[in-house]
């Protein structure tokens, strides 16, 4: 009888310790590249900027953010922004985090994004990609237009801001109230 008792605790405590075991947090583990930027520290950092850029004596960037963080002299961070091109482009973009890759020659927004155009209308969306050179906003990512009257979703967004030409790529949905 001591025997199957001695047996059964074995038993018991084999099983409560192989569940611990099994419970036990896994380390984290992270992409390389995410790896990097975070061991990666900003070499400078800004708080509540406001950055404009005039050329040719016209007013063509008005930058504003929470937080900015400058990375090896070229990459940029920003937290809480909202950028505004000149008046003839006449759009501004907010969004919760945004960067700009000089290499790249592109500006990414994230989190919340909104691209106000004035009378052409909102747009809302997560992820919003801007090339400057190119004059070309765009995104993957389910789309919603507002302007007066009407509604347009779907997924991925295109627009030339020269030529004007905007699409939405996939699964469009328009709705009109009179």
């Known amino acids: 009888m001591f025997r199957f008792v001695a047996a059964a605790l ?3 405590f084999l099983v409560a310790g192989c569940y611990q075991e099994a419970r036990a947090p896994k380390p984290e583990l992270r992409p390389p590249e995410q790896q990097e930027n975070q061991k ?20 063509k960037w008005d930058i504003f953010a929470e937080e900015a963080k400058i990375y090896k002299g070229k ?19 907010s969004a919760k985090r945004g960067s ?13 994004v ?8 909102k747009l809302y969306t997560s992820v919003l990609k801007y090339f400057p050179k190119k ?11 507002k302007n007066e009257g009407m509604l347009i979703e ?11 030409t905007m699409k939405v ?10």
């Open 10 to 12: 074995f038993l018991i």
């Open 40 to 59: 990666e520290k900003p070499n400078t950092e800004f708080k509540k900027l406001h950055y404009v850029i005039y050329e040719e004596g016209r007013l």
């Open 75 to 93: 990459k940029i961070k920003l937290s809480q922004l909202r950028v505004c091109a000149n008046p003839e482009k006449g759009f501004c973009i």
């Open 100 to 112: 700009y890759d000089p290499e790249d020659g592109r500006f990414t927004f994230k989190g919340r």
């Open 114 to 121: 909104v691209l106000d155009a004035g009378k052409k209308g």
């Open 135 to 145: 004059d070309i906003l765009e995104t993957e990512a389910p789309v919603t237009i």
């Open 154 to 164: 779907g997924r991925g967004f295109s627009y030339d801001v020269k030529t004007g």
């Open 169 to 178: 790529l996939k699964r469009t949905k328009v709705r009109v109230d009179a």
